[in-house]
């Protein structure tokens, strides 16, 4: 006899005896499913404490060298005059700068042609970069540039063909609306950035856009004038007399570049001092990397009595080592400077670990620029002494090394993850096997009961018809 459905033939209720077994058989698994979640949240937390000493450390890097001290500020008496920048490599510096002459491009323009005639003759023009002085025309050593002109081009046509020639100038077409004239400019300002244009192929036509006599002043028929020499500046930086074929002088003094833009019939003063709101602003990034760390770490080991609560990693030895070494580096000393603490330049703890700026004491220490800056960087190639940005520096790539003590927990944390996944996948394979038994047994279980029923009800119908028939 076949049962077709578990317990028809017993009349237990076998699914639901099953069903409550195998729960048994997985009460493991709520456990473990638990501690999977507190890994995982665990795991989650040293990526936001691997990523918050890594910013640390790179603040306090930066604190450790020279970059984060010697950002330099320029100012000039006369911006409208002249110019400043400065680079990485300033150092402080006063200088007096007046302007006789700003550098300038050579400029000369043509005759005015009626709009759209054509050249009328074919041939080139050959433009020679050089320097003029007076009539004459000394070439520079690059080679002349021969630009072809057909006899169909325009003055516009002529201005783009010199373009596209890449000969050191530039050509645009000034028009009022009935003529056009050519306007050639040299490329680069500069005496030396000169320019002649000598029309070849003994073509008259081409003759109005000749340019070889630079006391040529007014436009003629037989080529173009000067509009505008090319110059160099001439200027005094502290008295001493320089020329320069730019107006951007780069590198006057190592670091710093200056703009000339107008001539000037006063001195124009020039300062270059450190720029102390920039070491304010990284001594406040690395207070803020700190107190974000600091900060991580308590929420994560703290206890809350109201709620008999504690944070993910309460109790935990490496978080709670971790935060006694930072707060106990934070409060210990440097030898090197006037200032031995970070308290005594106005980065003070807090009850909370945390650090916090005294805006009066950091302003009073920035006017002491070199030993504050020595309280961070002095190596003394000793970890304990060491100036503050090298021993936070250091510290921090400690912990995030290959083998540095957050990594190793992060990846103990992910070995605790692996580990409880595969003691779940065993267990739920187990309560399957355990299922798949039970439900193996009850249906044999069924089987002879439905059997031994059978055989009840044939006894009782046996008896029954043997009563009757003895009646």
């Excluded at 833009?261 to 304010?280: E, K, M």
């Excluded at 003590?405 to 267990?427: C, E, F, P, Y």
């Excluded at 059978?454 to 119908?461: D, E, I």
Aim: charged letters at 10%.
């Amino acid at each position: 006899m076949t049962i077709s459905s578990v317990g028809i033939g017993s009349g237990l209720p076998v699914t639901s005896i099953v069903s409550q077994l195998v729960a048994i058989e997985k009460l493991p698994l709520q456990q473990l499913q638990t501690r999977a979640a507190k890994f995982q949240t665990q795991l989650s937390l040293y990526g936001t404490v691997k990523s918050q000493i890594s910013a640390l450390g790179d603040a306090a890097a930066l604190l450790a060298g020279a970059s984060g001290w010697n950002a330099q500020k320029a100012t000039s008496s006369n911006a409208a005059a002249v110019g400043v920048t400065v680079g990485t490599t300033a150092a402080s510096a006063a200088l007096t700068v007046s302007v006789q002459q700003l550098a300038q491009a050579q400029s000369i323009t043509s005759a005015g042609i009626a709009a759209g005639t054509a050249a009328g003759a074919t041939g080139s023009l050959s433009i020679q970069l050089g320097s003029w002085a007076g009539a004459a025309f000394t070439a520079g050593a690059t080679a002349a540039v021969a630009v072809t002109v057909d006899a169909t081009d325009t003055v516009s046509t002529i201005a783009s063909k010199i373009n596209l020639a890449n000969a050191g100038v530039t050509a645009t077409v000034l028009s009022d609306g009935i003529n056009e004239r050519l306007v050639v400019r040299s490329a680069s300002t500069g005496a030396a950035a000169g320019f002649s244009i000598a029309a070849t192929g003994g073509n008259a036509a081409l003759s109005t856009f000749d340019f070889t006599n630079s006391t040529a002043t007014a436009p003629t028929a037989a080529g173009m004038f000067m509009g505008q020499s090319g110059l160099d500046a001439n200027l005094k930086i502290n008295g001493v007399a320089l020329t320069s074929a730019t107006n951007n002088m780069t590198n006057v003094i190592p670091g710093v570049s200056l703009q000339l833009l107008q001539t000037t019939t006063a001195s124009v003063d020039i300062t270059v001092a450190n720029d102390l709101a920039v070491s304010q602003k990284n001594i406040q990034s690395f207070v803020d990397a700190y107190n974000a760390l600091n900060q991580t770490l308590a929420d994560a080991t703290k206890y809350t009595a109201a709620t008999k609560t504690g944070g993910p990693l309460q109790g935990d030895s490496t978080t709670l080592g971790l935060q006694n070494a930072l707060r106990a580096m934070l409060g210990s000393s440097s030898a090197g400077s006037t200032f031995t603490r970070l308290s005594e330049a106005g980065l003070e703890r807090q009850t909370d670990g945390s650090l916090k700026i005294n805006q009066v004491k950091l302003t009073s220490a920035m006017q002491n620029l070199g030993n504050l800056q020595s309280l961070f960087t002095t190596n003394n190639s000793n970890p304990s002494t060491n100036g503050f940005g090298l021993k936070v520096r250091d510290f921090a790539r400690a912990m995030v090394a290959f083998d540095g003590q957050v990594t190793s927990k992060s990846a103990a944390l992910q070995g605790s993850i692996t580990r409880n996944s595969k003691d779940q996948d065993n267990i739920s394979a187990r309560a399957s096997r355990v299922e798949t038994q039970l439900l193996k047994q009850y249906s044999a279980l069924d089987a002879q009961m439905a059997q031994l029923n059978g055989l009840s009800s044939y006894v009782t119908a046996q008896l029954a018809q043997w009563n009757k028939s003895t009646a």
